[in-house]
């Protein structure tokens, strides 16, 4: 029976040989026939490809042979990774979320509330509630006290980075109106891995009913395609933050706003260059990120952590910014300190906003760009299936701010924000390090009082500002070998730099015939978003 099945085979094999010998034949006799053959095979292929499109829009999307990431948890079709994935919906539909389950804010959108159905009831009704009440602040609007409005039609690129700068230094949110590119109306696969961020991507979902639920810390390691495909289940809410981007902290036209590349890092490296050290991969995976949220997405206050100062740019869909300002500019530190932790401990059953603070609602459409001073408190709220783009920069104009920032963290860094950024010294080293070799004012950076103390005094005692999501860490200030290596990682930071550091910090200092205690008196007896007078270092 073998034989007989090797013999016609054998046999079709020799007689499909003969013919495409016989048809090479005409082919050559006959060019036009050589032609028609090849658009054939051409609409065969276009036939197949519908097919295959037809067959996928019915079925779903395709699942993976071979799971080529080991543990990823399964869904009931297939694995978790499908890299045909179509385009997700990014509002739930009404017969998911009811007309009841809605908010209307002050531009007169209406957006769905965090909802999570379990045995029939909404575990996230407490985050509905407090969205509630975020929907009835005011809208930010030009002329605001708190945000800078900018349009940027008929405005040159320089006086554009010129308004966003002054509104930086003061403390101040600056939103830019269609800066950027907006992406497509509908979040997809396809558009996220143009962006460098492939489906099988393995990140951190915060998951919104863990939250709920009272879990410390509410996160599950998931790909992006899992996020996007659980986007119109309401038996999930989750996002994912941090998923590291390449390229420029900042887009056209404002890359310069970033001091600490545009100067610390280009002009240190020659004279503080790497021999036995290594750059600290937050310095290069954490300078640019990308956010995703499915719909009905709350983030609640946080402030911009580890110094820095951030952009957040919406790409798809839109996003609600509730940013929160003191009232009163000369509260003192501990004063403030209640403030904020009033802010972010969570109560569903009383008021959000405390009574020393002030808050507005800046809506975030697609292409806008908003800019926040370090130390900003913020919450935030997707309404539907949403991407942002988010950079990180310092400035030597905000060091006063970014003192602030660390401060916080310092304090109370757990209630205040999820995040703590390794690091940061290294660059805030660099920073004054490259003070002497750039000119100040123009055409480089501008100097300022109190940003110019508070970077010496970050660089003379980093103790004073450990985040507080490191246990254990705070160094004492005698040891300067402990300091180094928790502040740095050990390997990450040169004594070279460090010294080098102290030293111009020290002269900063004696230059302004300041001691430690009168500089610390500088920062405390002024109002926190104080500036003061401009300074010319060229002697220092």
Not at 103 to 113: A, F, K, M, S, Y
Not at 280 to 291: G, K, Q, S, V
Not at 436 to 456: D, F, K, N
Request: aromatic share 8%.
């Amino acid at each position: 029976m073998a034989d007989d099945e090797q013999a016609i085979k054998r046999r079709k094999s020799e007689s499909n040989k003969r013919y495409y010998q016989k048809r090479k034949q005409l082919e050559l006799q006959d060019p036009k026939l050589a032609e028609v053959d090849k658009e054939r095979k051409k609409r065969n292929q276009r036939d197949k490809r519908a097919r295959d499109k037809s067959k996928l829009q019915e079925e779903g999307p395709w699942s993976m042979v071979l799971d080529l990431t080991c543990d990823v948890p399964t869904f009931d079709k297939g694995l978790a990774v499908r890299l045909h994935h179509m385009d997700s919906p990014s509002v739930k539909s009404s017969s998911e979320v009811s007309p009841t389950e809605e908010v209307q804010w002050p531009n007169g959108q209406t957006t769905i509330l965090p909802t999570v159905i379990r045995d029939g009831r909404n575990v996230c009704d407490g985050d509905a509630k407090y969205v509630r009440q975020l929907a009835t602040l005011p809208l930010s609007m030009p002329g605001s006290r708190h945000v800078e409005h900018i349009d940027p039609m008929g405005v040159n690129d320089a006086d554009l980075c010129q308004r966003v700068e002054e509104s930086l230094r003061g403390g101040r949110c600056a939103v830019v109106r269609g800066a950027a590119k907006p992406g497509p109306e509908k979040l997809t696969a396809e558009y996220l891995v143009e962006r460098g961020i492939p489906p099988w991507l393995r990140t951190t979902h915060h998951d919104m009913e863990q939250r709920a639920l009272g879990k410390l810390h509410p996160c599950i390691d998931a790909t992006i395609d899992q996020l996007l495909s659980g986007a119109a289940d309401p038996k999930k809410l989750r996002c994912a933050l941090d998923i590291p981007l390449p390229g420029c902290t900042l887009p056209q036209p404002f890359q310069l706003l970033d001091h600490a590349f545009v100067c610390a890092w280009a002009h240190t490296m020659r004279i503080l260059p790497f021999h036995k050290t290594r750059l600290h991969p937050d310095l290069l995976l954490y300078r640019r990120w990308a956010n995703i949220y499915q719909g009905g997405t709350l983030t609640l206050p946080r402030h911009t952590s580890n110094g820095f100062g951030t952009s957040f740019s919406v790409v798809g869909c839109m996003n609600f910014f509730i940013v929160y300002r003191l009232k009163d500019r000369f509260l003192s530190r501990d004063q403030t300190i209640d403030q904020f932790l009033a802010l972010c401990e969570i109560d569903y059953d009383r008021p959000q906003l405390p009574d020393g603070l002030e808050a507005e609602i800046v809506d975030l459409r697609p292409g806008d760009l908003l800019f926040m001073p370090p130390g900003q408190f913020y919450a935030r709220y997707a309404g539907l299936l949403t991407y942002e783009e988010v950079g990180t920069f310092l400035r030597y104009d905000t060091m006063h701010l970014s003192e602030w920032s660390l401060f916080l963290d310092n304090s109370h860094g757990k209630a205040y924000t999820g995040q703590e950024r390794k690091g940061t010294f290294v660059t805030l080293r660099r920073m004054m390090a490259a003070l002497p070799y750039m000119p100040l004012g123009e055409p480089g950076p501008q100097t300022y009082h109190r940003p110019t103390v508070a970077l010496a005094l970050m660089i003379l005692d980093p103790d004073s500002y450990v985040s507080q999501q490191r246990d254990g860490e705070t160094p004492p200030p005698s040891s300067k070998t402990k300091m180094i290596d928790v502040m740095s990682g050990g390997e990450f930071e040169s004594e070279d730099c460090i010294d080098s550091a102290m030293k111009i910090a020290r002269s900063l200092l004696l230059h302004l015939e300041l001691d430690h205690t009168e500089a610390v008196g500088v920062l405390d007896d002024s109002a926190w978003d104080a500036v003061g007078d401009q300074l010319h270092l060229e002697k220092v």
